[in-house]
């Protein structure tokens, strides 16, 4: 049984102004593998936040189901770790405290909260920053803190809907590289969005292109490539030369009269 399996998934929304409902996502099937890291990539409004919303139970499919550990996804909970573009951190309390912060709400003591949090600042690379206030890191130093809190519930899966999408191409690398770290480390179960090609192949082991309007995954790709991987290599851009030919429009039309 995969972890995350998605069946026949579809989500319309509402629109008011036009009268008729707009298909977020049309017919939607993946399966995620324990262990896994699928990247979900495509254009902006092909219903990537959508599809990560409902496997961490903020939203739910107009037909279809999500199930994750084989249970249909009815709520948020502890099982699913989110990670969004900002690190949404509370600025009156130190990083520790940030990343335990889900503890404090089952009401742990101060000594527990503080050893526990301590594994996961040592595990994003945040030693010795322990007390200081978000207002005094770097926007890459947040996101880190927003990491350790989601790995912090020991998370089945993690969700992450664009999270460096605010960062400099730099600190990007290397958070890229932080990131493969610790999904190795931790042995967690990853679904990341992006709208970056690069990003999807230097990170996942799986990348799922999806098209817009209605959003449908056109292809699921496994991604055989080296680690670290290289973004100049021949393999790369090969893979990169057969998504861009996926998420041209023309190739969706041929696509679609071909089907
Ligand atoms: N609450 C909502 N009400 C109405 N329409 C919505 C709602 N949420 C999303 N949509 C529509 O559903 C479609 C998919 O949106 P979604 O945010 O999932 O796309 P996305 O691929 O994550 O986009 P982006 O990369 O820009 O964040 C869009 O057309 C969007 O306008």
Redesign the pocket.
């Known amino acids: 049984m995969a972890l995350i399996e998605i069946e026949r998934v579809c989500?319309l929304?509402?629109?008011p102004k036009r009268g008729k409902p707009?298909i977020?996502?049309d017919n939607v099937n993946v399966r995620v593998e324990r262990n896994e890291f699928l990247c979900l990539l495509?254009?902006?409004?092909?219903?990537?936040?959508?599809?990560?919303?409902m496997i961490a139970g903020f939203d739910h499919p107009s037909s279809g189901t999500v199930k994750v550990g084989g249970h249909v996804v009815s709520e948020p909970g502890a099982d699913r770790g989110v990670v969004f573009q900002q690190a949404n951190l509370m600025p009156w309390l130190p990083v520790w405290e940030n990343v335990a912060f889900h503890l404090k709400m089952t009401g742990a003591p101060k000594a527990e909260r503080r050893e526990r949090a301590q594994k996961f600042i040592d595990m994003v690379g945040l030693r010795g920053f322990e007390n200081h206030y978000p207002s005094e890191l770097s926007g890459g130093m947040n996101q880190r803190v927003g990491i350790a809190r989601a790995l912090l519930m020991n998370p089945e899966v993690i969700l992450m809907?664009?999270p460096f999408g605010a960062l400099d191409e730099q600190t990007k690398m290397d958070m890229h590289a932080e990131l493969v770290r610790i999904w190795r480390e931790s042995q967690s179960t990853i679904v990341f969005?992006t709208?970056s090609i690069e990003e999807a192949l230097a990170l996942g082991t799986h990348v799922a292109v999806?098209s817009?309007?209605p959003?449908r995954i056109r292809e699921l790709l496994p991604i055989d490539l080296d680690r670290p991987r290289d973004t100049t290599s021949a393999q790369f851009n090969d893979y990169k030369r057969h998504i861009l030919h996926l998420l041209r429009p023309e190739s969706e039309h041929r696509l679609e009269q071909a089907a």
């Open positions: 989500r929304f509402e629109d707009v977020a996502l495509g254009p902006s409004g092909c219903g990537k936040s959508t599809l990560l919303n809907d664009e969005v709208h999806m817009a309007r959003g």
